[in-house]
C-alpha cells in the first residue's frame, strides 16, 4: 500500500531539518489530522430565553399607604400598601433571654399514603392547552411516581406536655415561623403553639404531585394532613394538638398559599385562621375539574361571593412584581396581583376578618417582605384566640 502524499512530504521535511539547530527543530509540528468529513457535528440547540421579569402593577383596592418602613398594625383589617424600604423585623432573629423552641424531624413515604400514591411530569415538559377550553390544560406527560418527603416539628420551650395546643401548619417546609415563634410567643403576643412544616410531594404545578395537593379545590390535602401526618407529630414529637378549629392555623406561599386558603375554606371545622403570600388565587387546578372550572381563581369569583360567611381570619399580601402568565395558557385566570386583589375584594364584601398587605418594590415569595411582616402577620392571624390557653 503506497504512503500518503502528505507523509512522504513530512519526511523530506524532517530530513532537511536534521541540519537546522535543535531549537528550531523544536518549533516544527506535524499538521494536525484534518476532522472527518463524513458527519459533521450536530447544532446546538438554540438556548431558550429567560422569561423576563414581570413588570410592577398597581394595585387596583383602595389600600390605606404606609410611610416607607412602617407596616401594618397587627389588630387592623383591611388593605394597606407597604413601601419599598425592607426592614428586617426584630423578632426574626435571635433575641437574649428568649427560650428556645426545640424541633423534631421525620420522614413520610408515598407507600404509606392511602391518599396519595404519587405523581410526576416528565422533566422539561408542560403541558397543552385544549383547543375546545382555554382554561384547560392536559399533561399527559404525567405518570405514577413515588414520593418522599420530610416533616418538621417545632414546639416552644413553654408548651406543658398533656396540654391541647394549638398549632401552624406551613407549606413547602417552611421553617421561617420558628424563630419568630420563639419570640412572639416569650412577649406573649400569640399563644404558646406549635408548628408543623410539611414538605411538598415533588415537583410544580398541573401534573406534579406539589400540584395536585396544593392547587386542587378539595378538602383532601386537609384530610391528608389530619389523618396522616398529624397522628405522627403527636407520636414523634410527643405533643398533643387541639381539635378547636380556632386553635388551627394554615400558611404557605404562592400554590402554597392557596392551599393554605383551601384547607380553610373546604374544613371549616379543622382550620379557621390563614396566613398566604403570593397566594396563586389562579386557574392551576389539574386534572381539569367542571365544577371548579377555574381552579381557584373560583375562590374570588364564584365561591366567596356567593357561600355565606365561614368563620375565618385571613391575612394575605402580594407583591407589585408578583407573577404574570408564566405558562402557555391564556386565560386571564394567571395574574397573581389581579388574583389577589380580587380575593380582598371578594373578602370585603362579605364582611370577612381579613387584612391584605401589597407590597412595592418586591417580587414572588419575596424573602425580604417575610422577614419585614411575618411577625405581626402572624399576630393579626391569631387575634382573639387567648393568650393563656
Known amino acids: 500500500m503506497n504512503k500518503p502524499r502528505r507523509t512522504t512530504a513530512l519526511l523530506i521535511a524532517l530530513s532537511a531539518a536534521a541540519a537546522l539547530p ?28 429567560a422569561r423576563p421579569a414581570p413588570p410592577a402593577r398597581n394595585t387596583t383596592v383602595q389600600a390605606k399607604e404606609l410611610a416607607d418602613g412602617e407596616v401594618p398594625p397587627a389588630d387592623a383589617n383591611g388593605n394597606f400598601i407597604v413601601a419599598p424600604t425592607r426592614k428586617k423585623a426584630p423578632e426574626m432573629s435571635p433575641q437574649d433571654g428568649v ?11 408515598s407507600e404509606n399514603s392511602k391518599f396519595y400514591p404519587g405523581i410526576a411530569r416528565e422533566p422539561g415538559t408542560f403541558g397543552t392547552v385544549d383547543p ?10 404525567s405518570h405514577p411516581k413515588p414520593w418522599k418527603r420530610t416533616v418538621t416539628v417545632y414546639v416552644p420551650a413553654q408548651y406543658k406536655k398533656g396540654t391541647a395546643a394549638p398549632f401552624l401548619v406551613t407549606a413547602d417546609g417552611d421553617r421561617s415561623p420558628f424563630q419568630a415563634l420563639d419570640n412572639l410567643i416569650h412577649q406573649k403576643r400569640v399563644p404558646v403553639q406549635v408548628a408543623i412544616a410539611i414538605a411538598n410531594g415533588g ?6 404531585q406539589r400540584g395536585l395537593e396544593y392547587d386542587t379545590m378539595s378538602p383532601k390535602y386537609a384530610e391528608w394532613v389530619e389523618a396522616e401526618v398529624l397522628p405522627l407529630v403527636e407520636k414523634t414529637a410527643d405533643v398533643t394538638l387541639t381539635k378547636d378549629p380556632n386553635g388551627r392555623a394554615t400558611m ?6 392557596s392551599c393554605a386558603f383551601i384547607m380553610a375554606w373546604y ?35 364564584t365561591l366567596v361571593p356567593k357561600s355565606e360567611k365561614k368563620p375565618l381570619r385571613i391575612w394575605m399580601q402580594v407583591s407589585d412584581g408578583d407573577l404574570l402568565n408564566p405558562n402557555v395558557m391564556r386565560d386571564d385566570m394567571h395574574d397573581w396581583v389581579k388574583a389577589n386583589d380580587l380575593m380582598a375584594t371578594a373578602l370585603a364584601a362579605k364582611g370577612y376578618d381579613y387584612q391584605y398587605v401589597f407590597t412595592r418594590n418586591s417580587r414572588h415569595c419575596d424573602g425580604p417582605v ?20
Not at 25 to 35: I, L, N
Not at 269 to 292: A, C, H, I, K, M
Request: with cysteine; proline share 15%; aromatic share 8%.
Open 22 to 49: 535543535a531549537a528550531l527543530v523544536a518549533q516544527e509540528k506535524p499538521a494536525a489530522p484534518a476532522p472527518a468529513a463524513d458527519k459533521p457535528a450536530a447544532p446546538k440547540p438554540p438556548a431558550r430565553p
Open 99 to 109: 427560650p428556645k423552641g426545640k424541633t423534631f424531624t421525620f420522614e413520610m413515604t
Open 132 to 141: 375546545s377550553n382555554p382554561a384547560k390544560l392536559d399533561v399527559p406527560t
Open 203 to 208: 415537583g410544580d404545578a398541573q401534573g406534579s
Open 252 to 257: 404557605g406561599c404562592s400554590s402554597g398559599g
Open 267 to 301: 374544613r371549616p371545622d379543622l382550620y379557621r385562621r390563614v396566613l398566604t403570600t403570593s397566594g396563586t388565587f389562579v386557574n392551576q387546578q389539574w386534572p381539569w375539574n367542571p365544577e371548579t372550572p377555574g381552579g381557584a381563581w373560583d375562590l374570588h369569583r
Open 370 to 389: 417575610k422577614q419585614q411582616l411575618l411577625p405581626t402577620a402572624l399576630e393579626y392571624v391569631w387575634k382573639g384566640y387567648p393568650i393563656d390557653k
